[in-house]
């Protein structure tokens, strides 16, 4: 009993992984993995103070941390409700915590302490895993559901403009709804209704979307959007249904197989109107794109603060949207998020998803110019590794070895994509070269790593940050693809 | 139960609690130091290794340094006194390959690196493993980690032909890549087409 008693007492409090706690700002939004200790949500201290202002130094002795963030002094103690802000003592609805050596405070440090912190404007609402800073006037909406000839239709009326895209995903419909921050007034709402089931808004990866699920299967789904993009009418009805209202032209095919957008900003959805989307879409070849690094693995940074990881996913965006506008293929993402995906997952997203195609993006310090691009395919560490030969022999191939079997597939595809680039004004292009790239090692498909630079602590982002730069270059690398011989419905690998 | 049975037992319980509490301190205390000392164990190796060469003539040892931009490796020459032993040998290379390029190149190594052990096989394979500071103050990205890995491998191959490959670890540890990029889950073989005016 008493053994049983201390090592309850001193057994670690668990930390589990949950969801994002989404940090919208006028530019931009970030993502703070939220942790369940005990029976609370966490959030880790240090970045939440990093995101939302300026930290000037912090002291830890022991159970205490001194934090001077601002013009304000902050003192936490472990295992303590009570936080010192300046001379005021604020109480939260949980202890502060030590995990895995990071401080990690409640949710509800974000709603009630970072107000009287920041010298911005701050909206938020009680429970919510978003937070609204500086100049947003997050929008919102209502639901109302009618019936239809053989199904129901969905109004959401916004309270801005919003484009939609939609995806099928596990037998649900997401309709991502444009960049513009959304605060709900109900995070879900549920239906007693034999076609509706539930319509749930969602932004844990910083897009929001409506996720749509149906009381069955086999439903069909039409989504137009009307009033200059304020009213978005979402009909289920019956395959054998007539609709009430003819569909909208098909716009571009939206990805059938496709990771949520990344955590930084993306160009806006020229789509001013949703596809339907019951129908599965022609059996297009899938690209697999991925954003190097990744969660607290930041990569190379520039002076004025771009880290790796967010131009990666930028661009990584940008090309899948090109890509799925040329209609030619489908696009999954070995990374959704802001996470650290390791090696393995990169390889499994692509290689499960029978990608034909795979381009990993970096960047980092390429010496010379900016803007700079170099190119690289794969190349055993030791090459006297026997070599598995250009195509794919009948037979087990080793999961590390698989990719040596591209390599004149990949050289091919990076002088295409080479050729290419030597078209954008200003840009320097590096010849193609073999690297004993980890992330390419066990692609099952032709693969190529593209490095942006010069990324360094030397120099400024510049031009690797502006939107000009980054949609030439992902139009171009959609224009490789799209042209490629078997691309666009025949590639195989 | 008395009062003084149950204050009894709640001393006893309070020394147990306090005691565990300093041995689980005491335990990371000792875990936390011990790397430090091999760290310092190491370094005195590898100055003992190149404090104290071999007393034949100077050699001219060929050391290829990063060119940024250019993609290549650039050579550059450094007298060294040889050690007597292969492994002491690969660790003179790689101190001169720290104490960094004469010309404007590319730093491979953080001038700090700790050459904290090699092993050599039978095959050629040298297994060098570096103190965690190998890649500080480098700029990250896929041409610098590549270059600074063919910096290593080709600095070594070329000048203690014996070596055919080399295997870094990091911390006694095997680790994926420095930064996210250069696969080192296998040895690698030199790459001479990296060399300015090679193959």
Known sequence: MLWCGLVLLFWPARALRGDNFVFYFPSSRQLVPVEVIGNSKYLPLLQVLNLVGKLNGLQEKRNTLKVAFGKSHLEFHADDEEVRVDKKTMVLSAPVRVSDGRWMVPTDFVTSVVPDIVSVGVEYQAGANRIFLGDIMPGSFSVRLAPLSGGARLTFRFTEKVTVRTVSVNGKWIMYLGDHPIEPLEPSFRFQNPYVAEAQFDDQDGWPKLVITPSTAGLNFYSTLVEGGKVLLADVVKPSAPQAKAPPPPPPPAAAVSGPPPATPAPKASAAAAAPAAAPGPPLPIVALDAGHGGDDAGARSRDGLAEKDLAAQLVSRVRSALLSSGKYRVVLTRAGDINATFEQRTVAANVAGAVLFLSFHAGNLGGNSPRVALYTYQPPSPAAPPAGDEAKPGLTAWDQIQEAYLERSRQLAQNLMQRFTQISGLSVDAPTAAPLRVLRSVNSPAVAIEVGSLTLESDAGALASAAFQEELSAAVAEVLAVLPGGGGEATR | ?199
């Not at chain 2, 205390?29 to 190796?45: N, V």
């Not at chain 2, 990205?141 to 014996?162: F, H, K, M, Q």
């Not at chain 2, 073989?189 to 990296?194: C, E, F, I, Q, R």
């Open chain 2, 1 to 199: 139960m008395s009062l003084r049975t149950k204050i009894l037992w709640l001393s006893l319980l309070v020394t147990f609690a306090a005691g565990v509490f300093y041995l689980r301190s005491l335990a990371g205390r000792i875990l936390s130091e011990l790397p430090l000392r091999a760290d310092e164990a190491a370094k005195a190796r590898l100055n003992e290794a190149v404090l104290q060469p071999g007393g034949g003539p100077s050699e001219n040892v060929v050391l290829y340094f990063p060119a940024l931009g250019e993609r290549k490796l650039v050579a550059e020459n450094r007298p060294i006194k040889w050690a007597s032993t292969t492994d002491d040998r690969v660790r003179q290379v790689l101190l001169a390959l720290a104490e960094g390029p004469h010309q404007a190149l590319g730093h491979p190594l953080a001038a700090s690196t700790n050459v904290r052990a090699v092993f050599l096989t039978l095959e050629g394979t040298a297994y060098v493993d570096f103190s965690s500071d190998l890649t500080k103050n480098t700029s990250p990205g896929i041409e610098t980690e590549c270059l600074a890995v063919y910096s290593i491998v080709d600095s070594i191959t070329t000048n203690i032909p014996t070596v055919k490959r080399v295997k870094i670890l990091i911390q006694g540890q095997e680790v994926e890549t420095l930064e996210g990029h250069a696969d080192l889950t296998e040895p690698i073989a030199p790459d001479p087409s990296l060399i300015r005016g090679g193959p």
